[in-house]
């Protein structure tokens, strides 16, 4: 197998020193490794890069490594759909690093000999028209989020971790009562306004917030997640609820929730409207959620060893 390494410089503000870290990390592994790091150079480059290979090698098998955050991965996965010889993974360098965040979270894929060994499974992706996400694809409220998140996510404090809550704050000023009606398998889950909905494949978004609790991500349903309007007094008492994951479970939020697993979801909006997909914010304001079963190949690390410890037994003597 060929491991390539694909490398988003432009995925955190520590991704190169990230990547200059695994690379002394693969040249002082004992075991000979067929590899190589490709840097990306603007938007839909990693994409490209992904499906040439899988075509100039048709006969050798490929295993893309995602070096970045979740928009690379994206585009990793966008250039993998239908390669029957490549799989993909992450080595999780960027601000958000959402999708690992189903297995556990990061440091599980940032041991690079547990990575290199990984097991492929397969995972579902999601398909909006002629796009694909891995993770989710969320709007309404989340997509103010998004967009206030675009425009800090390189300042300091405000930005990097904590550009998903600065997002929140912004939208909580804007976007609590959005126009949109979403039908899951052709129910219809509202009556034309709602605060935000989450449609998922992974658990996590916004880098801290587990939105999609009860998720599987290889079992051919969504995870569908349609709150209703609310007050902002309400919302305060929820989002710690949200980001927990456990407002699902939470019978005071029962009526303001509508949730649903599913195959296909379909959305309907007034012009203007825009959706998140894995971060990338998209424009559309019609538009079919559908779920690929198993479509992809993804490596994951085994999980590490737990040590056991152990209390000394005292010793006793005797008379």
């Known amino acids: 197998m060929k491991h390539i390494f694909i ?9 190169t020193a990230a990547i200059d870290a695994l690379k002394e990390k693969i040249s002082a592994m004992a075991e000979p490794l067929d590899y190589e790091f490709y840097s990306t150079t603007e938007p839909g480059n990693a994409t490209a890069y992904v499906r040439s290979r899988c075509q100039e090698e048709p006969n050798e098998q490929l295993r893309f490594y995602a070096c ?3 928009g690379t991965a994206n585009e990793v996965v966008h250039g993998l759909v239908g390669q029957a010889n490549a799989s993909m993974t992450i080595y999780p360098c960027g601000s958000g690093n959402d999708y690992v965040k189903y297995y556990g979270g990061a440091e599980r894929f940032l041991d690079v000999e547990a990575l290199i060994h990984a097991t492929e499974t ?3 992706i999601m398909q909006i028209g002629d ?7 969320h709007f309404g409220f989340d997509t103010a989020v998004a967009r206030t998140m675009a425009k800090v996510r390189r300042k300091k404090i405000i930005g990097g971790r904590n550009a998903y809550t600065t997002g929140v704050i912004a939208a909580l000023l804007t976007a609590m009562k959005n126009d949109c009606t979403v039908w899951v398998d052709g129910e219809q889950l509202n009556n034309g306004k709602m605060l935000l909905c989450t ?3 992974g658990s996590h978004v916004g880098g801290a917030y587990r939105c999609a609790p009860h998720t599987v991500n290889d079992d051919g349903l969504l995870e569908v997640c349609l709150v ?3 007050s902002r007094f309400t919302f305060v008492k929820l989002i710690s609820k949200y980001k927990e994951g456990s407002h699902l ?7 303001l929730i509508a949730y649903r697993r599913g195959k296909s979801v379909r959305v309907s909006a007034p012009q203007g409207f825009a959706f998140s997909l894995d971060g990338e914010l998209v424009e559309q304001n019609e538009f079919t959620i559908e ?3 198993r479509a992809i190949r993804f490596a994951v690390p085994a999980e590490p060893a737990k040590t056991e410890t152990t209390t000394p037994q005292k010793e006793f003597e005797t008379v």
Do not use: E, M
């Open 249 to 255: 479970d939470d019978p005071r939020f029962r009526n």
């Open 228 to 230: 209703h309007p609310i």
């Open 122 to 124: 397969p995972v579902d």
């Open 131 to 137: 796009r694909y996400a891995l993770n989710v694809t």
């Open 291 to 293: 779920v690929l079963p």
């Open 199 to 201: 449609v998922a494949n």
């Open 68 to 70: 970045g955050g979740d």
């Open 7 to 15: 490398h988003n410089p432009a995925a955190g503000k520590n991704s």
